[in-house]
């Protein structure tokens, strides 16, 4: 859902999240539809693969099952309503920004869809969790971007999109994971994608902390810079964004 983990107004680890819930129901029924929705895509990809390969029209109509799978996905996990497109929408406008191609941009936009979509190897007991992970967890968590990698790269038509997915949590001073990359190995869609996606997520209100400010979460941005974040796409998303 988000590139960092935000717990009581701090955020402790770009990377690392915490979801909370006490509704034993809805921890069934997110059990329930994240397993139909993996049973879905992995049962599913020769049709995917044939789809996008197709034509124009076919296409529209890959695209448009890839957006609804990552909606259910979102709605499953009971974040932010709105997340998922807010964050596609703005990585495409920044990937323009930043001089991406339109060819790029097609897959910079399937990527922003999937980002998450490597949680569905992560056990519920620790993405339901209510207190903070044990390192253990945190190691376990810390895989999503492999499975992902795992997940995508089996398609032909959506390798192109996993950088975002398997990428949007290495930070700028190479701490960051699965691979600890550096600076401008980095790709620019995943360097794009982080700033997007924290800039959204610390902006919703959570059942363990309040959202942030609008002025937090631009100094949040500001002192980052250079830090987690590629400080050329802070200064671009500032520039774009700040002002509306």
């Known amino acids: ?11 402790e680890d770009t990377g690392d999240k915490r979801v909370m819930s006490s509704n034993i129901q809805s921890s069934s029924l997110l059990d329930k539809t994240r397993a139909a929705l993996k049973r879905w895509f992995t049962g599913n990809r020769e049709e995917l693969e044939s789809l996008r390969n197709a034509n124009h029209s076919l296409t529209q109509d890959f695209d448009a099952i890839i957006e609804a799978w990552a909606l259910a996905l979102e709605m499953s996990k009971q974040v ?3 997340h998922i497109r807010r964050v596609t929408d703005m990585t495409v406008e920044m990937a323009r ?9 097609v897959h910079v936009r399937r990527g922003a869809l999937l980002h998450d979509i490597g949680e569905m190897n ?11 992970l044990l390192p253990a967890e945190r ?7 492999a499975y992902a990698y795992e997940m995508l790269s089996s398609i032909e038509s959506l390798r192109p999109a996993l950088d975002i997915p398997y990428c949007h949590h290495e930070n700028w001073d190479g701490k960051g994971y699965p691979r600890g990359l550096k600076g401008e190995e980095i790709p620019l869609s995943a360097r794009i994608f982080a700033v997007v996606d924290t800039y959204d997520a610390v902006r919703i209100d959570r059942p363990y902390r309040k959202a942030w400010s609008t002025q937090q979460t ?7 810079a250079g830090v987690l974040f590629d400080p050329a796409v802070v200064s671009v998303f500032i520039e774009t964004y700040k002002k509306s």
């Open 122 to 132: 992560v056990p519920d007991a620790i993405l339901l969790k209510v207190d903070s």
């Open 139 to 145: 190691a376990i968590l810390r895989k999503h971007p």
């Open 218 to 224: 631009w100094d949040y941005l500001a002192q980052q």
């Open 80 to 82: 932010g309503e709105g």
């Open 97 to 105: 920004r930043m001089g991406l191609t339109e060819g790029h941009i």
């Open 1 to 11: 859902m988000t590139a960092s983990m935000i717990a009581e107004g701090n955020l």
